[in-house]
């Protein structure tokens, strides 16, 4: 099914804290909707690596694990999501965040000629979330070395099984700065499962089972809507 399918295109939210799997659930769905992920935590991160005066902005907030001002946050999405590419539909990874963003995101809808289709919240217990990302390391070649010592091991430590790059592990991956990002996302972000649930448009899965179980119930999800897209 592609994005065209949901009468102005696919438009999907994932909300769940960090280390919740939105970024991995969001690369087997852009393949199976042909739409794009827009991943705001992706923009910043390329800024910052390419210097920019926004990437050097939102740097500054997430070294300590803040959320980005939401002025900057959707500017970044509003110039993203009149791209080419946006205009069979897109999945949201990371905006909104706040439930200011989420009011401002109708509008940038309504700019593009969309409305949300659904808001998925994925809900996984706080231990597991802190294992997955003090665990987790990322390569400094390619973009597909994503390990974790835990879980998903290198075949040789500190090694990506791709490239033979070095593997290492962010800074905001740091034990102090995930717990003071999961204290952001509760007094902040929680409040948006309650703003989409109020308004018809959220649905709530549990973690359980593998990555290919919960594909399934996410793929459930999302074609149950088809067509039925509301602002």
């Given at each position: 099914?592609?994005?065209?399918?949901?009468?102005?295109?696919?438009?999907?939210?994932?909300?769940?804290?960090?280390?919740?799997?939105?970024?991995?659930?969001?690369?087997?769905?852009?393949?199976?909707?042909?739409?794009?992920?827009?991943?705001?935590?992706?923009?910043?991160?390329?800024?910052?690596?390419?210097?920019?005066?926004?990437?050097?902005?939102?740097?500054?907030?997430?070294?300590?694990?803040?959320?980005?001002?939401?002025?900057?946050?959707?500017?970044?999405?509003?110039?993203?999501?009149?791209?080419?590419?946006?205009?069979?539909?897109?999945?949201?990874?990371?905006?909104?965040?706040?439930?200011?963003?989420?009011?401002?995101?109708?509008?940038?809808?309504?700019?593009?000629?969309?409305?949300?289709?659904?808001?998925?919240?994925l809900d996984v217990d706080k231990e597991?979330?802190?294992?997955?990302?003090?665990?987790?390391?990322?390569?400094?070649?390619?973009?597909?070395?994503?390990?974790?010592?835990?879980?998903?091991?290198?075949?040789?430590?500190?090694?990506?099984?791709?490239?033979?790059?070095?593997?290492?592990?962010?800074?905001?991956?740091?034990?102090?700065?995930?717990?003071?990002?999961?204290?952001?996302?509760?007094?902040?972000?929680?409040p948006l499962i309650e703003y989409y649930?109020?308004?018809?448009?959220?649905?709530?899965?549990?973690?359980?089972?593998?990555?290919?179980d919960m594909l399934k119930r996410i793929?459930?999800?999302?074609?149950?809507?088809?067509?039925?897209?509301?602002?």
């Amino acid at each position: 099914m592609s994005g065209e399918a949901f009468g102005g295109g696919l438009v999907l939210i994932l909300l769940g804290a960090p280390g919740a799997g939105k970024g991995t659930y969001c690369k087997e769905l852009k393949g199976r909707y042909n739409t794009p992920q827009i991943s705001t935590g992706d923009i910043f991160r390329q800024a910052v690596k390419d210097g920019t005066e926004i990437g050097k902005l939102a740097k500054t907030y997430m070294d300590r694990g803040a959320l980005v001002p939401d002025a900057v946050v959707i500017g970044i999405v509003w110039d993203r999501i009149r791209q080419s590419d946006c205009k069979a539909g897109f999945i949201l990874d990371g905006f909104p965040r706040t439930v200011d963003q989420a009011d401002a995101l109708v509008g940038l809808l309504y700019g593009v000629g969309k409305k949300l289709t659904v808001a998925i919240n994925l809900d996984v217990d706080k231990e597991i979330l802190i294992q997955r990302l003090t665990g987790r390391r990322m390569c400094r070649s390619c973009d597909k070395g994503n390990f974790n010592i835990y879980t998903l091991k290198p075949k040789v430590e500190g090694v990506c099984d791709y490239c033979g790059g070095e593997l290492y592990q962010r800074d905001d991956d740091r034990e102090q700065v995930i717990l003071n990002r999961l204290q952001v996302y509760e007094a902040q972000t929680q409040p948006l499962i309650e703003y989409y649930r109020s308004r018809g448009q959220l649905a709530e899965l549990k973690l359980e089972g593998g990555i290919e179980d919960m594909l399934k119930r996410i793929h459930g999800v999302i074609d149950s809507h088809a067509g039925t897209g509301r602002v």
